[in-house]
């Protein structure tokens, strides 16, 4: 069937920008309005890197790595503006028939719930051998021999008895590692994992985590990784980036976020992980709610639950500036003064 | 599941003898003599009513009758009629394929008219079109069976000369328009149920999935939509088909098709008894096994289902 | 398209539907004013009409005739076609062809020879002797000897063979022997013989002047018994005959049966190569058939009656038949035991109209207690007229009814429903007498009405003649030992009368007694006339001279394809 487009044929250097977002804004028209879901918001991905996209629910980091993918359902959805490159082709704007090319062969994603993610009434070794099939044009039995070769790559157990299995027949973390076969049938470059362990259970997190990192190494394919646990995230992160109601509002290496975050709202978020070690503590937690997406105030929309708030926040929205001792950026008008 | 099956298959055997017995029973005795109705207004000589009690078991104890009936039943054989003295296993062999192309051709219209059109009331979802339908198939859904078959027989039968006015002269062709006439009728829910599922199937993450796969529309659409919203359509469309068996008596009436529908209006009428009973014996089991059917189809599509 | 397009057009059809289904007065209402009774179509739910047969003359009515072509006819499924058992008008449309017995009726139903060439009685009447012809064979070839008479009227009165219409031999024809092989206790009728093959004695219980034309009803049909043999259980779905047609292969069950010509037969061939009985399952659908053009002669349902003249461009037959239905009182009753009352209740009938009104012309009011067609029937009973004045008077003088109630009873299911109402209409009118309605189901009803305490009110019945002649309708229903009188009248002067029939030399003799009889009825008004039948046909212009006879049959033997 559809062959890759050979643009794509050639491996990537190493430090060659594979994704691109700048200035993305993705909106909702909605009965009750426009909903900006995704405000302005750029990042890019290194081949070999791991990009974290962090937020509470409803900050917008789902729906912009949707956007990248074309997932978006529009109507109601519409990318307002900005640009998406992927090794320098624009997906805004892009035909299906070429975005095609791309999704499942360049650029892949698994997503949080893989028991909904898959489709229950096919075999899962059948859905794996899918990609194969239908971008490949591989025969069915070539198709089924690569399916079981990388469901034993993810670490399933009794392959090919577990490639005629179901869905439902399978449990939490092997379902996981179905979706990420299925994900890396075609050796894609990109892989996007979105919340990929917030379903499971904490072990089988961390096996799932190990995995992820193990064939990035081999493999050397870029990684964003949407969570909103920070404890899972400082493990396999390189860079991160923080959001906050559809915009972001901190970005940076891993290890100096998480050594000093700036923004108040990154601080925030770290102070009230609990802790296993040191003494207990009565849990913190930012006071508040974060704002509707409809409804954003005016100036920044941290602002009303924001310890460090003067009456400059309310008024005029922060930019992103560049931190003045390390790398990265945060939006926040008192960005030195903060500790 | 294949012990499940058996248990289903085992259990219709006290169903058989229970229905069996009741029908038998509540048949029986209804007030009225089904010897008398064959003579019309006319009195009986006593003589031929001893006949006809002694060849139809009827001056028995009634549960006696019962067995010697049911005897006779578990070897195939169903009796004879009351009227015409026809082996009723006859009147079977000529009727019953006769309503099953009729309740098969509807079925096959219905999917073909219903599944498309649901398909297309779901892609264009709250517009003219998908409420326009709605309304559409629900007046077909509420004009009776007869008006709607006097009407086609009318216009597209007599006036425009398309099909034949009745009976079934013409094979298969025959049972083209009192098929089409039944179909359009009880298309309403089978294409509402269509637009549902696939309303809702189209929620589903396993799209998304999909489509982030790169499979293209069309393939997300088919092979991954349809193929979950349409198990419980094709379920209907299989418990349809078994309703059908004995639900086609209008239709046969006004198209002049002698099904086994026909016959049990005319036995009804006629008091004929035997063929009342072992008519509706009949129905009761098609439509037993058809559900047994329908529940192993059900399994058989949508893997999650297990039955223990 | 566009969506506004596809909407649009959506809505127009729902729009077109609904003016359809409102529009369209074919389809209203499927309840029908009796129909259901047809002309005694259903197994006897109807008038009880029917079963009475005819065969009309055999020669074409003058005029040019080419022989050829196919006629092609509806009927409603019949229970037999087979001689021994044909009950209902539709088996007699099709046995008719099939068979021929020893005489058959001209258009003025006297007697004519058909198998039998001359007969004559002894002085009692009590013995008939037969001549037949030499020349008549079976389809098969076999000779028809007197012998297969004897054999066929053995096969009918034989208990095993559950003929549900044996009662023509021993009630009707009264054959010596027939009930006690009925009873099953003899096992040949003993009442006939066959001295050559072709001489026929027929011996009677009773005297009978009418026996030549009761011998023309198809149950005395001649039988070949080898040919039954042979046939085994499918025999009666295939029948092997005398007459002018034959079977071409076997009854199709609810689809059709197709008649072929026998060249063999012995008297004027009929004129269609082949005969089409097409077998429908409701009478619009046949009519409707014959409307496409595909059938060629069709029976009307009531809805259509006013249309059918037009519909069918003229090719309309509208003619009486032989059947009646009364309200027949309880004689022995209280009040109905007083003949001023019954009068009363008779004169308050207004016929005409209700006629008009309920059945739209397709009963003819009666006006006596015989149908006018049949012979010896006298004229109108002033009993049976409408007279409210007489009527408020008689009733007042006797009385009146206490309580000023009255339950009509009837058979449901056979449309009586509205003309009984409209009776009880008239009687609250103009008698101020209320009526209250029994309906039962047909079987149940006839119970009631043959248990001994019967009914307390007026009860609807029916009455279907088995010979053409008036005695018919007047021994069975009216004679004091009959076992169809569910009146419990019961006159000295009327079976005096009927006794004098019996014993008349000729039939026409024996008219005077038949007068009486039905003047005694006329004063002592034990039923309440109500109506007489009427059949209809239409047919296209695919077949000409289609003549429809008071036996309720078309002669489709006479009728021409002009194809």
């Known amino acids: 069937m559809t062959m890759t487009d050979p643009q794509f044929a050639t491996a990537p250097g190493l430090d060659e920008t594979l994704l691109e977002v700048q200035n993305l804004t993705v909106e909702f028209h909605t009965e009750d309005g426009v909903v900006r879901a995704v405000s302005d918001v750029s990042w890019d991905l290194q081949a070999g890197e791991t990009l974290a996209i962090l937020g509470e629910s409803g ?165 964003v990784l949407i969570t909103h646990d920070l404890g899972v995230v400082a493990s396999v992160a390189d860079r991160v980036l923080m959001m906050y109601a559809g915009r972001a509002v901190e970005t940076g290496t891993a290890d100096a976020f998480y050594a000093a975050p700036a923004h108040p709202y990154s601080q925030g978020l770290m102070q009230s992980v609990p802790r296993l070690t040191g003494p207990l503590e009565r849990l913190e937690s930012i006071p508040g709610t974060p704002p509707s997406v409809v409804n954003l105030p005016g100036g920044c929309a941290f602002s009303p639950r924001c310890p460090y708030t003067i009456d400059r926040c309310r008024d005029e929205r922060p930019h992103l500036r560049d931190l003045p001792d390390r790398d990265g950026q945060s939006a926040c008008h008192r960005t030195e003064e903060l500790p | ?88 296993n006859d009147i079977f062999r000529e009727a019953l394929p006769r309503t099953l192309r009729l309740a098969g051709l509807s079925v096959l219209f219905q999917a073909v008219l219903a599944i498309p059109l649901g398909v297309m009331m779901a892609r264009k979802k709250d517009t003219w079109f998908d409420n326009g339908f709605l309304v559409v198939t629900l007046i077909m859904l509420s004009v009776p069976p007869f008006v709607l078959g006097l009407l086609a027989q009318v216009y597209l039968g007599v006036k425009w000369d ?31 149920l269509m637009r549902a599922t696939l309303l809702d199937v189209g929620r589903e993450d396993f799209l998304r999935t999909a489509r982030a796969k790169g499979l293209g529309e069309r393939r997300v659409f088919a092979v991954h939509g349809m193929r979950n919203a349409m198990i419980p359509v094709l379920t209907v469309l299989a418990i349809d088909l078994g309703a059908l068996l004995g639900g086609t008596i209008v239709t046969e009436s006004v198209f002049n098709i002698p099904g086994i529908g026909f016959q049990i209006t005319r036995a009804v009428i006629q008091r004929d008894n035997t063929i009342i009973t072992g008519i509706s014996i009949f129905l009761v089991m098609a439509y037993l096994v058809i559900n047994l059917i329908v529940d192993m189809l059900y399994a058989w599509l949508d893997p999650r289902i297990r039955y223990e | 398209m566009s969506k506004k397009l596809a909407g649009l057009l959506a809505i127009l059809m729902a729009f077109s539907l609904i003016a359809a289904a409102c529009g369209d007065d074919d389809s209203d209402d499927a309840t029908d004013t009796g129909q259901t009774d047809g002309d005694g179509d259903g197994d006897g739910e109807g008038d009880g009409e029917g079963e009475g047969e005819g065969e009309g003359e055999g020669e074409g009515t003058g005029g040019e005739t080419t022989a ?6 509806g009927i409603v499924e019949p229970s037999w076609i087979d001689s021994f058992n044909t009950q209902d008008s539709e088996g007699f449309e099709v046995a008719r062809l099939l068979f021929d017995g020893l005489t058959d009726y001209s258009e003025d139903l006297s007697p004519v020879p058909a198998v039998a060439t001359e007969w004559s009685a002894n002085d009692d009447k009590t013995e008939w002797t037969f001549t037949l012809r030499d020349d008549v064979t079976f389809h098969n070839g076999n000779p028809v000897t007197a012998q297969s008479f004897i054999d066929a009227f053995n096969r009918v009165a034989n208990p095993d063979n559950l003929s549900d219409v044996s009662y023509h031999g021993y009630y ?22 066959a001295p050559d093959d072709t001489t026929l004695v027929i011996t009677l219980a ?68 082949e005969i089409n009985f097409q077998i429908f399952d409701s009478v619009e659908t046949m009519y409707l058939t014959a409307q496409d053009g595909a059938l060629d002669i069709s029976d009307v349902p009531p809805e259509n009656i006013t249309t059918a003249e037009d519909d069918f461009n003229g090719n309309y037959i509208d003619v009486a038949v032989g059947s009646f239905t009364y309200l027949g009182f309880p004689n022995n009753t209280p009040p109905f035991d007083n003949v001023d009352i019954r009068r009363a209740l008779s004169l308050a009938i207004d016929r005409p109209t209700i006629m008009e009104e309920i059945f739209a012309g397709t009963r003819a009011p009666a006006t006596g207690f015989v149908p006018p067609l049949a012979p010896g029937a006298i004229g109108e009973c002033a009993n049976a007229t409408y007279d409210p004045d007489l009527a408020k008077e008689l009733f007042d003088g006797a009385g009146g009814i206490e309580g000023n109630q009255v339950t009509i009873y009837f058979n449901s299911g056979g449309g009586h429903e509205d003309w009984t109402q409209a009776v009880a209409n008239g009687w609250l009118q103009i008698l101020g007498i209320e009526a209250d309605f029994v309906a039962q189901e047909f079987s149940p009803y006839l119970d009631v009405l043959q248990s001994d305490e019967g009914v307390d009110g007026p009860f609807r019945l029916g009455w279907g003649w088995d010979a053409p002649s008036a005695s018919n309708f007047l021994a069975p229903l009216y004679g004091s030992d009959s076992s169809d009188n569910y009146t419990g009248y019961a006159s000295e002067a009327f079976d005096a009368a009927i006794v004098e029939f019996n014993s008349a030399q000729t039939e026409e003799e024996g008219f005077p007694a038949l007068a009486t009889a039905q003047e005694v009825l006329c004063e002592d008004v034990p039923v309440a006339p109500i109506y007489f039948g009427r059949g209809q046909r239409v047919y296209n212009d695919s077949v000409d001279n289609v003549v429809y006879s008071v036996f309720g049959f078309t002669l489709l033997e006479q009728v021409q394809p002009t194809a």
């Open chain 2, 162 to 192: 398309i099909f034949p006015v009745q009976g079934i002269n013409d094979g298969l062709w025959s049972y083209v328009l009192p098929s089409l006439v039944i179909a359009t009728s009880i298309m309403a829910v089978t294409a509402r």
């Open chain 3, 206 to 273: 009773a005297p009978n002047p009418i026996i030549p034309k009761i011998m023309a009803h198809p149950v005395f049909s001649p039988v070949d018994l080898s040919a039954v043999e042979a046939g085994g259980d499918g025999y009666s779905d295939a029948p092997v005959g005398n007459g002018p047609y034959m079977m071409d292969g076997t009854w199709q069950h609810d689809v059709g049966i197709d008649l072929v010509r026998y060249d063999g037969y012995y008297g004027t061939p009929g004129i269609a190569d």
């Open chain 1, 59 to 223: 900050s917008g980091k789902s729906v912009s790595v949707q956007a990248v993918m074309g997932l978006i359902p529009m109507p109601p959805g519409v990318i307002a503006g900005g640009s998406i490159r992927y090794r320098g082709t624009e997906l805004v704007g892009a035909r299906p028939a070429m975005l095609n090319t791309i999704r499942g062969v360049e650029i892949a994603m698994i997503f949080q719930d893989p028991l909904s993610a898959l489709n229950p009434v096919y075999k899962v070794g059948w859905q794996i051998a899918e990609s194969f099939r239908v971008h490949r044009g591989a025969s069915r039995r070539d198709a089924k021999d690569q399916a079981i070769a990388l469901m034993d790559r993810v670490g399933i157990p009794n392959p090919a008895v577990r490639a005629r299995q179901y869905p439902h027949e399978f449990s939490g973390g092997m379902r996981q590692r179905a979706m990420i076969a299925m994900a890396l049938a075609l050796d894609p470059k990109v892989l996007i994992a979105d919340e990929p362990t917030t379903a499971l259970d904490v072990t089988v997190q961390a096996q799932i985590m190990d995995l992820l990192k193990e064939i990035q190494a081999d493999t050397k394919m870029g990684l």
């Open chain 3, 172 to 193: 009707v024809a009264q054959i010596e022997g027939w009930t006690e092989v009925d009873a099953g206790e003899a096992p040949e009728i003993t009442g006939l013989a």
């Open chain 3, 68 to 73: 050829g072509g196919s006629v092609s006819y």
């Open chain 2, 1 to 88: 599941m294949f012990r499940y099956f058996i248990r289903r298959v085992l259990q219709l055997i006290p169903v058989f003898f229970i229905t069996t017995l009741l029908i038998f029973l509540v048949i029986r005795l209804i007030p009225g003599d089904p010897v008398q109705a064959q003579f019309g207004e006319r009195r009986i000589p006593d003589t031929l009513r001893a006949n006809y009690e002694e060849r139809y078991h009827l001056n028995e104890p009634i549960f006696k009758q019962y067995f010697l009936y049911m005897g006779d039943v578990l070897r195939f054989d169903l009796g004879d009629s009351i009227a015409t003295q026809r082996p009723i």
